[in-house]
Each structure stands twice: as C-alpha cells, then as structure tokens.
C-alpha cells in the first residue's frame, strides 16, 4: 500500500519498469557492447541488467573482475575471457557463438568496452562477419568528468579524449605540445604514481596559468573534483596526501587569452606568426611556430586568440 493516495509503489514501478525493458527486441545472433559502472554498482541501467541476464555468454576483459559484479546485481550468466592479448581468438571464438543464434555480451572491468579498453577488435571483426552489434550505453568516466568540471558549454561542446599519457618525461612533452594546442578540453587519464610528473610536464608545456581539473574515484565514496592553474597544482597535492590516491580522470582546459593579457612574444616569433597565420590555421601555426621558436604551442595558440580577437 502506498503512503501517500495515488502515488504506485516503490516495488510495482519497478516491476513495470523491468517487464517493460525485458519486453524490448533482443535479438539473437548478436553481439551486445554493454557499458558496467566505473565504481558504483547501482550505475548499471536496466537494460544493461537484462541484457546480461539475457545473453547466453559473457566476454569479459577479466573474468576475476566481473564475476563479483555480477553476483552482487545476481546476474548467472557464464563467462569467457577477451583481454588484449588473446583478442583474435576471443573473436573467432564469438563469431562461432553468433552462427549458432547465440547472444553474446561483451564488457570490460569498467565503462564502456572498445573505448580505451579492449573490445574494438571483437567489434570489427563481427561487423566484418555480418552479425549486429548492439551498444548498451551506461557509466562513462570521460563524460562524468566532463559533467563535473564545467569545461565545455553548449555554445563550444568540443572536446578531445586523448587516453593515458606516454610514461616518459621526453615523449610525455612532446605528447602534451601536441595535445595542448588542439583548441578544446582535453580529457587524459593517468596514473597515481606518474600524477606529479606529469603536471610537471603540463606546467613546463602549458604555462602556469592554464587551468587542469582533477576528477578523482568518480563515482566511488571519496570522490573528488578540483579546478586548478597549473602552477598551483603541485602545491594542492601537496596539501593532503590522499589527492593523490585512487584513479584520476585530468582535463586540461582550453587556452584562455583574454586582449589585455595576453602573451608577449619577441618580434622574431611575432612576425613568424603573423606570417603563418596568412597561410595555415591557428592550430597548425601554433604547432610550426613551437617547433621552429622554441616558445610553448600552448602559449602561440594564446597569442594567436587574443590577436583574432583584434582582428
């Protein structure tokens, strides 16, 4: 009975809500790409729930990781393995499952599978094979941290998801002078043990100024989000040593250059500059002039804003 007159049940909303997702066309022969909660178990949609349920296998990236999520959500199905080192035959394997009408689910320990996690493989080669590919969309921390630092608008949505950064000093430079001068929000993962290093590197690529946000444990009980200059994030790690634990989603923001601060060059680089400009794009002038000056991209693309927006 409900509490209050006229309002259904917890429980019949549910119900009716689960008979009417299990109702839907699942068909059979297919391979569904099904998105798990990056942390928090109660982010698996329903129809995520039933598909697990519905499917006749799993391919899990790591099966020792998967069988506890779903015996927490009471999901029997069996499982198989498809990681990255045994991805060919993952696939040939599937393929077979699917010429015998069979409903194969793929997923990976966390998010969504084939999106800077394995799968992509598997995906290909059934679509090559001419079975249907079903994505399941769900938790993403590439979009959570998006929604939770405030780094694009609907006015400039773009943004770039460039994965994990190389591990060495060297090429993580030169890596992020590419990244940097792309003109939008760069989403990057990292890892706890490199976390310093590379916003080092950012700081000595970037600039000081140019604003980083740690999106940290998304979805999980310590969970944190945290906008910084660069040249301040070094000293707000060091401020409580938990910052740097767990695992980080890091969004380096678009360059900001308003007409009355923006960056000084030397007449030298200026004029290369301005030249390029007459030529090229401001993405492509900032990347030839860094390379030819010396002068981080990230600071060329500021000039190049402020002097657009003379213009």
Same mark, same amino acid.
């Given at each position: 009975m409900s509490d209050t007159e006229g309002r259904t049940p917890a429980a019949g909303v549910w119900q009716n809500?689960?008979?009417k997702v299990k109702g839907q066309v699942w068909p059979q022969a297919c391979l569904y790409v099904v998105a798990t909660p990056i942390g928090n178990l109660g982010d698996l949609t329903l129809r995520a729930w039933q598909a697990l =349920?519905?499917?006749?296998?799993?391919?899990? =990236? %790591?099966?020792?990781?998967?069988?506890?999520f779903l015996q927490a959500w009471g999901i029997q199905t069996p499982l198989m393995a498809a990681h990255r080192h045994n991805e060919a035959q993952a696939a040939a394997a599937i393929i077979e499952r699917l010429a015998q009408g069979q409903r194969v689910a793929l997923v990976s320990d966390a998010g969504a599978p084939a999106v800077s %996690? #394995? !799968?992509?493989?598997?995906?290909? =080669?059934?679509?090559?094979?001419? *079975?249907?590919?079903?994505?399941? #969309? !769900? @938790?993403?921390?590439?979009?959570?941290a998006l929604m939770g630092s405030g780094a694009t608008s609907d006015e400039n949505p773009a943004f770039a998801f460039a994965g994990f950064m190389p591990p060495k000093s060297v090429a993580r430079r030169k890596w992020l002078q590419h990244w940097a001068g792309q003109g939008m929000p760069v989403v990057m993962f990292e890892s706890p043990h490199r976390l310093r290093a590379a916003v080092r590197d950012m700081e000595q690529v970037c600039g000081p100024q140019r604003q980083l946000t740690f999106a940290r444990e998304l979805s999980k009980r310590?969970?944190?989000?945290?906008? +910084?200059?660069? !040249?301040?994030? &070094?000293?707000?790690?060091? &401020?409580? $040593?938990?910052?740097e634990q767990g695992e980080f989603v890091l969004i380096l923001h678009e360059a900001q250059?308003?007409?009355?601060?923006?960056?000084?060059? %030397?007449?030298?680089?200026?004029?290369?500059?301005?030249?390029?400009?007459?030529?090229? $794009?401001?993405?492509? @002038? @900032?990347?030839?002039?860094?390379?030819?000056?010396?002068?981080?991209? %990230? +600071?060329? *693309?500021?000039? !190049?804003?402020?002097?657009?927006?003379?213009?």
């Open positions: 809500m689960m008979d =349920e519905q499917c006749d296998i799993i391919a899990a =990236e %790591d099966t020792r990781a998967t069988r506890p %996690d #394995p !799968g992509a493989r598997v995906v290909r =080669e059934v679509r090559q094979a001419g *079975y249907q590919v079903v994505p399941l #969309p !769900g @938790a993403s921390a590439v979009i959570a310590f969970e944190q989000i945290h906008t +910084v200059a660069l !040249g301040e994030a &070094q000293h707000w790690l060091e &401020q409580d $040593s938990h910052r250059a308003a007409q009355d601060d923006a960056p000084v060059l %030397d007449a030298v680089t200026e004029r290369w500059m301005s030249a390029l400009l007459e030529h090229v $794009s401001l993405r492509d @002038a @900032a990347r030839i002039g860094s390379q030819a000056s010396g002068v981080p991209r %990230d +600071v060329l *693309y500021a000039w !190049g804003l402020a002097r657009q927006s003379r213009d």
